[in-house]
């Protein structure tokens, strides 16, 4: 059994919602379904906390994001974790690192190791290289706003809580 957790996700505005959903619908007409978490927005997950922090993150969440507003940021190319997760990435912005910082001020210690990146497909390595070029050759970086933070529990999935940015 695997332990529950809360996940901090920063999601996007609705046109951002629909271009995203507009690359995985290329995907599902060439046949790919793939195992990512298909009933959640399109986000950026920040990091995770342990469920007996639950009273603490939402607390921290409402303090952020009243006195973070909404920013923009740049989605620039397609991406690969190892041959099991195909994803879109942004160009990293002062303002996403910022947000991410404020709530794991200890991630990386000098030596970050958080991608920001958005999950479009998570398959077996067979099924990731199939995808690849398909996204590859319809992709064009475009504009996207990061609009509010949201709490997940995972699993089973479990909505926490939602906070708009300023």
């Known amino acids: 059994m695997q332990d529950k957790a809360l996940y901090l996700i920063a999601v996007f505005d609705d046109e951002t919602q629909k271009i995203l959903g507009e690359y995985y619908n290329i995907l599902r007409n060439n046949g790919f379904v793939g195992t990512q978490t298909k009933d959640a927005p399109y986000h950026f997950t920040l990091g995770s906390y342990s469920s007996d922090k639950e009273v603490q993150l939402i607390s921290k969440l409402e303090n952020i994001c009243s006195k973070t507003p909404c920013f923009d940021i740049c989605f620039s190319y397609v991406g690969l974790f190892g041959l099991k997760v195909l994803f879109i990435a942004p160009n ?56 509010r933070l949201e709490i997940y529990e995972f699993f089973p999935k479990r909505f926490v809580k939602s906070c708009m940015l300023g």
């Open 92 to 147: 990293m912005n002062f303002e996403l690192l910022k947000l991410q910082h404020s709530f794991f001020p200890d991630s990386g210690s000098g030596c970050h190791n958080w991608a920001a990146h958005t999950t479009l497909l998570m398959d077996e390595a067979e099924e990731i290289l199939r995808a690849v070029p398909i996204i590859s050759n319809n992709f064009k970086p475009f504009k996207a706003t990061v609009e």
